[in-house]
Nanobody, 124 residues
Framework: QVQLVESGGGLVQAGGSLRLSCAAS????????MGWFRQAPGKEREFVAA????????RYTDSVKGRFTISRDNAKNTVYLQMNSLKFEDTAVYYC?????????????????WGQGTQVTVSS
């Protein structure tokens, strides 16, 4: 099992930026796909971004394309989510997750290990 700890969340004004980090421990994530999801109050958890084990391929939900960038540093066992031009509707708890087998996916049900989440609040 992989332990994941997210950090970097906080309160930011609309138009601002945040960089989330997801530090893994317990085992190397260098061969695993990784994803970021978010959950706003009263809403279901939704896919945000995912990255293959090598970082060679990424996928984003339409609402964050051009604003968010997912990346990884396998030497540091860490995945990042750079969030620019933040909007009020980006307010949510952000989670990172591990997908051990196969390609990246937008479905939360196929990710095996999850962090506790970090709160991102965007003021309008």
């Amino acid at each position: 099992q992989v332990q994941l700890v997210e950090s970097g969340g906080g309160l930011v004004q609309a138009g601002g930026s945040l960089r989330l980090s997801c530090a893994a421990s317990g085992r190397s994530i260098s061969t695993y796909a990784m994803g970021w999801f978010r959950q706003a109050p009263g809403k279901e958890r939704e896919f945000v971004a995912a990255i293959t084990w090598s970082g060679g391929s990424t996928r984003y939900t339409d609402s964050v394309k051009g604003r968010f960038t997912i990346s990884r540093d396998n030497a540091k066992n860490t995945v990042y989510l750079q969030m620019n031009s933040l909007k009020f509707e980006d307010t949510a708890v952000y989670y990172c997750a591990v997908k051990r087998a196969g390609y990246i996916s937008t479905s939360s049900s196929v990710y095996e290990d999850w962090g506790q989440g970090t709160q991102v609040t965007v003021s309008s």
